[in-house]
């Protein structure tokens, strides 16, 4: 039973981990370009909320709808003013200013916030708990996995059911055809980073919840959804939450049999899946 219990509680976490690293399938699934500075992105995100909470008193579900927008439009300006430019045939460039990205978002919280833990708070919502019968599971991992799903079925409907969509996967597909049919794929990319940048706002605001953030911590939360990108399929929604999943479940059982071997659990599955299927267990050539 005990077993049940720490697989379902590691589902859970890979909810959490779906939700760092669908924002990075948006953005390559679109552009091919690999963020180096999405997981500071998301320690950004939860700053912005934090002050909400914590200087304007707003609660942290309220603090994250009003943070979203600030959040698109600094991605838009991103894309527009600095991305855009780097983009092309070569990975190089893109690889270089996005590690330049997170070195200054890195830098400017430290002075801003200084290196102490953060968090934020959510009262009794942290502490609340839901009896599944086969285990005991708290309110806010549910809330995070059913706000990862619910975030992969909207992109779902956003992609296959719109015009923004066909906009998306024409210029994924080949950008120059789609700007001779006249898409302007820079805009197409600044906002598939907007959108990407709304994702991040939302898993920085459960992230914040759950545990304790500073500025240092991007990098590995940028690990963890490359990983989960890279298992379900380069590409993938639905893929992506998959490879969250196994990340999630990896790590609670390695912890189950020793607390010191949680994060190595979560890489030794990630090395596993690509020994097996080298291109992810769902690859798509594009969105």
């Known amino acids: 039973m005990i077993w049940v219990d720490t697989v379902i509680q590691g589902v859970l976490l890979g909810g959490l981990y779906t939700l760092f690293a669908t924002g990075l399938s948006l953005v390559f699934g679109i552009m091919r370009l690999v963020n180096l500075a999405h997981g500071d992105f998301i320690i950004f995100g939860a700053y912005v909320i934090l002050v909400l909470v914590t200087w304007m008193g707003l609660d942290p579900f309220l603090a994250v709808l009003i943070a979203m927008p600030f959040m698109f439009a600094l991605g838009y300006v991103l894309q527009i003013v600095m991305l855009n430019k780097v983009i092309g045939d070569e990975i190089l460039p893109p690889l270089l200013v996005t590690f330049g990205l997170s070195i200054v978002v890195q830098n400017v919280l430290l002075e801003g916030f200084t290196a102490d833990t953060q968090r934020i708070h959510a009262q009794e919502l942290q502490i609340a ?125 390695g912890a189950a049999v020793n607390p010191e071997w949680q994060i190595l659990s979560g890489h030794v599955a990630f090395i596993i899946v690509l020994l097996v299927r080298p291109r992810g267990l769902f690859p798509k050539a594009g969105l």
């Open 129 to 253: 708990s839901v009896d599944l019968g086969v285990a005991t599971v708290g309110v806010l991992p549910l809330l995070t996995f059913g706000s990862a799903i619910l975030v992969i079925v909207i992109l779902q409907q956003i992609f296959y059911r719109t015009s923004l969509g066909r906009a998306f996967r024409a210029t994924s597909d080949d950008p120059v055809t789609a700007s001779l049919m006249g898409i302007k794929t820079d805009n197409i990319f600044a906002i598939a980073t907007g959108i990407a940048m709304v994702v991040v706002t939302i898993s920085a605001l459960y992230l914040g919840m759950r545990a304790s953030f500073d500025p240092a911590i991007g990098p590995a939360r940028l690990i963890y959804a490359f990983e989960a990108v890279i298992i379900g399929g380069l590409g993938s929604f639905w893929g992506t939450l998959v490879g969250g999943v196994i990340i999630g479940v990896a790590q609670v059982l």
